[in-house]
């Protein structure tokens, strides 16, 4: 999960919420790392602070904001529209069986199934006769010119490459010898 904290109207960027109560963007910004699953001691080392100035954040963004629990204080900064929630494909939310990732072997990348694009049906003559034939979908990278035929599963580029993170990070390339694939 990430969590975006939005710009507020406050001077810090932070936000001015009922009787006039400064919700501060630093206490906002330490509250959505801890939203985001990590401890005082990384959120500390993170933003450069001391421990109990992060403990001190969360306290008076809590008190702030009348919340009795970290998670019931996450649940009003987003009904308040202070924090943005956005899923994100990691281990906790891999479902095994559903999401399934495939590895480009045109650019290198790896992508989720339903992220290939549907492509065009591409007009073919036969026998004097027009038809239009269903193509396969396209790699979802820029300037890739691969479709699902020319991917590898994920998994079998792991059993290969077991360095490889279990989920792939978007955007990265990466590189693999393709030659055990082609039985070379």
Partial sequence: MVINVREGTADDGGFIINNNIHITKRELEAFALVGMGLSN?????KLDVSI????????????K????????AIVLTVQNGIFDVKQQKS???????????????????ASLNNEFKEAEPEKVIVNHVEYEMDMPPVCPS??????????LDWNEVRKHHPEYPAIPEHGVVYDYDIEWFRGY
Wanted: net charge negative; glycine share 10%.
């Fill in 41 to 45: 001691n990384e959120v500390a080392e």
């Fill in 52 to 63: 109990n100035t992060v403990r001190n954040h969360i306290w008076n963004l809590m008190q």
């Fill in 65 to 72: 904001l009348g919340a009795n629990s970290r998670a019931h």
């Fill in 91 to 109: 281990l906790d939310t891999y479902v095994r069986g559903y999401d399934q990732y495939r590895l480009c072997i045109m650019c290198g990348k």
């Fill in 142 to 151: 820029e300037g890739c010119r691969g479709d699902i035929t020319d991917t």
